[in-house]
């Protein structure tokens, strides 16, 4: 599986992004999905997830109400909608795959089986 993250860049505090995440190679819909964040000078963190049949999600408290985690298996796509972005949101955001058909959802980087290149998310303040 590959993965294609987009849509980062460039926001003020308050804005929106909206990030896709596209895989190719073989279709996710029997993967769990999830967006992971590093910030500089981080550890890499759990930001939310959805499950293969897109009836589970789980966000970490600090996006929580902020961020919504959405995925459309026809177009093998997850997507991150940012709003109320904040200067601490500013991160590289990675999204991953997990081979799962179960709807607990992991959030540790090493329960990841593939990876997205990243895209850079900055927040002015």
């Known amino acids: 599986v590959q993965l294609q993250a987009s849509g980062g860049g460039l926001v003020q505090a308050g804005g929106s992004l909206r990030l896709s995440c596209a895989a190719s190679g073989r279709t996710v819909s029997s993967y769990a999905m999830g967006w992971l964040r590093q910030a500089p000078g981080k550890e890499r963190e759990f930001v939310n997830a959805i499950s293969w049949s897109g009836r589970s999600t789980f966000y970490t408290a600090s996006v929580k109400g902020r961020f919504t985690i959405s995925r459309d298996n026809a177009k093998n796509t997850v997507y991150l909608q940012m709003n109320s972005l904040k200067f601490e949101d500013t991160a590289v955001y990675y999204c991953?795959?997990?081979?799962?058909?179960?709807?607990?959802?992991?959030?540790?980087?090493?329960?990841?089986?593939?990876w997205g290149q990243g895209t850079l998310v900055t927040v002015s303040s």
């Open positions: 991953a795959a997990r081979f799962s058909h179960a709807e607990y959802l992991e959030q540790r980087s090493i329960d990841y089986d593939y």
